[in-house]
């Protein structure tokens, strides 16, 4: 007979406090211990909970802790202890178990993310069904429409029972509209333009991209980042007081429009009055004082005041002051609205760099990081040393990115460790291609590469690719450090057909079947000279429509040429980035001198000049000359003429088209060439932060002259127009529209509209 019921002790949680659970409970002596009410759980799982074994004594402190103990575990609905002749019974009531979990209504999510968002939360198929943790799941999933704008998603939850103590969960979403951005307000602005303003806001109402774009849709983090933009606009341009009062975010009631206003307050445009140099100058005063950006006079700008202590602490980094700080303090002077500085200049100890560490590089060598590092271990810190061997390992390309961090050492004051954290990239690819140009029209295309062979640093590739015009297979191998000094070496081996019955030149094919070999030798940081040799068989082919000087030359020196050349070139890159220019220039220079059935000499000169105008706009200018000349008496073979015209060259006219034609109007091409660009590169409107898009406003120029044809600048072809870069989730896309402006009736063949499209799969 079950004469006392422990679950009573449940009331010792409340009573124990004043002692009458304790002279209530009578302790005994536990002969036994049966657990009933089990389905899933196994008994031995309940008796490692338990406090108490046969033959001890079971307390009301232990019966408290077994309670406790059980209920914790999340597997039990409820629980009861029980004593029957001394024999402790552990009454249980099992939660159900999860059989499964359906979702309903779920598009803007994959199956697999709301799995995992769910498991992340504690619901799961085979898990423990608990209400508080599916009322959990269901506000988490609201949480994560919220992140994508949809505020007015519905989730719903059915909890149905099945056989064995089993519940399906079943969760119906509604999704709804995304919500959009109707309106962005700024109230108190007065100095400039509201529509100046939003400009600089990178979330906008909806426009005509913003399907791609996405930036219709409210973020608090891209708010906060806009109006950090907007005070950073104001405080370069003297508005010391000015202030962001209040941001209001407010949603229709149903859920699908916000409405964002932003309250500032302008205060007065500041001038500087007097900026001061203190503190400990290891540097001579003079030099220093060049560096200040920002003068007396100026209307203040916290970029360049920002810009001048930066450029004191890289230079005293240069110099081994590896915690330089030079702080600007300002005096304000409000009745005669100025501001006066004093650039405090702290340099710290000169410390040494102990030892330089590699991390995040699982499949690259240390030694392919290691080579391009100009910062050495045991020297002094410098700066710009330790910048130079990031763009360095930049330029592999066999990273996403880059970091570098410096770290004191505990000990030593004057000794620093600088660790470089790589994110390596996949420099392997399998890629089969299709596209289309408006020169080759279908192609396809395929290739196989290596770009950091074994993590080697060496790459390798065999290239395949089918065209209407071009035809092309080929092997290339490149090691960029032949040698520990940076000599690089390498080969190509290539079969190439080029049929130019389609383009705008007389009609002509080559079979080409060649090999080379190059070699690089660094001169400096950032000059280079490169050597080549190449020894080639061409085939040419004529047709009936070919022009009579293609006859005339085929009549002289045959259809087959078996010739050699050797080049050498220079280049000097001093661009901040190779592959999203800002700043810089580079400069190549080539000399190619082939002898065999083909003599001729070919001399290229290419130029390109970037500058920033504005935290977003670039000005790109480029010029490109090249000669030919024939050796021997030998004239120059009319498929080694320089061709121009195109959508890499002057936009607007059709590829290949500019210069001397014959009488069918098909251009001959020319020994010598003029072209060039002017470009405004600046992103997206709209889409300012997606680097995938690039706008560009261009005026081209160029011009190709033959052997017999004085070079007159007169008759240079020019045109201008607006440029698309879009590397889309489809493929990469250039498309131009360009107008000619000086093109000849009859004589120029006018293609406004160029494009290349092309994806892989």
């Not at 916000?258 to 140099?277: D, F, P, Q, W």
């Not at 980094?317 to 200049?345: M, T």
């Not at 190059?518 to 004529?542: C, H, M, Q, R, W």
């Amino acid at each position: 007979m079950r004469f006392r019921t422990l679950a009573v002790a449940a009331c010792a949680l409340l009573t124990l406090a004043t002692g009458v659970y304790a002279q209530a409970f009578r302790s005994f002596v536990v002969k036994d211990i049966r657990v009933e009410g089990l389905q899933r759980t196994e008994p031995g799982t309940v008796f490692s909970y338990l406090p108490v074994k046969v033959g001890e004594t079971m307390t009301a402190e232990k019966a408290q802790q077994a309670l406790r103990a059980l209920f914790a575990t999340g597997f039990f609905r409820d629980v009861r202890l029980e004593v029957e002749n001394d024999v402790l019974v552990v009454l249980v009531d099992e939660r159900p178990a999860i059989a499964q979990v359906d979702f309903i209504g779920v598009k803007d999510f994959d199956s697999d993310t709301v799995k995992r968002i769910m498991r992340d939360v504690g619901l799961a198929e085979g898990r423990t069904f608990d209400r508080s943790v599916l009322d959990g799941a269901e506000q988490e999933l609201k949480r994560q429409y919220l992140t994508r704008g949809r505020y007015a998603a519905e989730v719903q939850t059915t909890v149905t029972p099945l056989e064995r103590n089993r519940v399906g969960i079943s969760i119906a979403v509604t999704e709804n509209d995304i919500a959009k951005i109707r309106a962005i307000n700024i109230v108190g602005a007065r100095a400039f333009r509201e529509s100046e303003l939003l400009a600089l806001f990178v979330l906008r109402t909806p426009g005509w991209l913003t399907w791609y774009t996405k930036l219709d849709q409210y973020s608090k983090p891209k708010l906060s980042a806009d109006l950090e933009t907007l005070k950073s606009f104001y405080l370069d341009r003297g508005y010391i007081d000015f202030n962001i009062e209040s941001t209001q975010v407010s949603i229709t009631p149903d859920k699908r429009d916000i409405y964002i206003t932003v309250n500032i307050a302008e205060g007065e445009k500041y001038t500087v009055s007097e900026v001061r140099l203190d503190g400990q100058m290891l540097l001579p005063r003079e030099e220093l004082e060049r560096m200040l950006r920002v003068k007396a006079g100026d209307v203040f700008s916290r970029q360049q005041l920002t810009e001048s202590t930066k450029a004191i602490t890289d230079r005293l980094g240069n110099e081994g002051y590896a915690f330089a700080n030079a702080n600007a303090i300002p005096q304000i002077d409000r009745e005669k609205r100025s501001v006066a500085f004093a650039v405090v200049i702290d340099p710290g100890r000169r410390v040494y760099v102990r030892r330089i560490n590699v991390a995040g590089n699982t499949r690259t060598r240390d030694e392919v990081v290691r080579r391009e590092m100009r910062q050495l271990e045991g020297s002094y810190y410098d700066a710009s040393k330790i910048q130079l061997s990031k763009s360095r390992i930049d330029r592999t390309q066999n990273f996403k990115d880059v970091n570098i961090e410096t770290a004191p050492i505990a000990d030593r004051a004057d000794q620093i460790d600088v660790t470089f954290t790589v994110e390596e990239k996949p420099t392997g690819s399998l890629l089969i291609g299709g596209g289309y140009s408006s020169v080759d029209k279908v192609v396809v295309s395929g290739s196989i590469s290596q770009a950091n062979v074994f993590g080697s640093g060496k790459s390798i590739a065999v290239q395949v690719n089918s065209g209407k015009v071009n035809r092309a297979y080929g092997l290339s191998y490149v090691d960029p450090y032949f040698t520990v000094d940076g000599v690089s070496a390498g080969f190509d081996v290539y079969k190439r057909r080029v049929n130019a019955s389609s383009l705008a030149v007389g009609a002509y094919s080559t079979d080409t079947l060649g090999g080379g070999l190059k070699l690089g030798y660094p001169l400096s940081e950032t000059d280079a000279v490169n050597f080549g040799v190449i020894a080639e068989n061409v085939k040419l082919g004529l047709f009936a429509s070919s022009p009579l000087s293609y006859q005339n030359f085929v009549a002289q020196f045959g259809t087959s040429y078996t010739y050699g050349s050797g080049s050498v070139g220079w280049s000097r890159d001093r661009r901040d980035s190779a592959i999203r220019t800002t700043r810089g220039s580079l400069t190549t220079a080539s000399l190619e001198l082939a002898a065999g059935d083909l003599q001729y000499y070919r001399v290229n000169l290419n130029e390109q000049f970037f500058h920033p105008l504005g935290r977003t706009v670039t000005l790109a200018l480029s010029a490109d000359l090249g000669y030919v000349h024939g050796l021997s008496g030998k004239s120059v073979p009319f498929f080694k003429n320089f061709y121009t015209g195109g959508p890499t060259s002057v936009r607007g006219y059709r590829s290949f088209s500019l210069g001397q034609q014959d009488a069918g109007g098909n251009a001959l091409g020319g020994t010598r060439k003029i072209s060039g660009s002017a470009e405004l590169l600046f992103p997206m409107p709209g889409a300012q932060q997606d680097k995938s898009l690039r706008l560009a406003g261009f005026l081209d120029f160029g011009q190709v002259y033959g052997a017999n044809e004085k070079v007159s600048l007169g008759e240079l072809r020019y045109s201008m127009g607006i440029a698309l870069a879009w590397s889309s989730p489809f493929g990469p896309l250039k498309l131009s529209f360009a107008q000619p402006l000086n093109s000849k009736k009859g004589v120029d063949r006018v293609e406004r509209l160029q494009f290349n499209f092309g994806s892989t799969f």
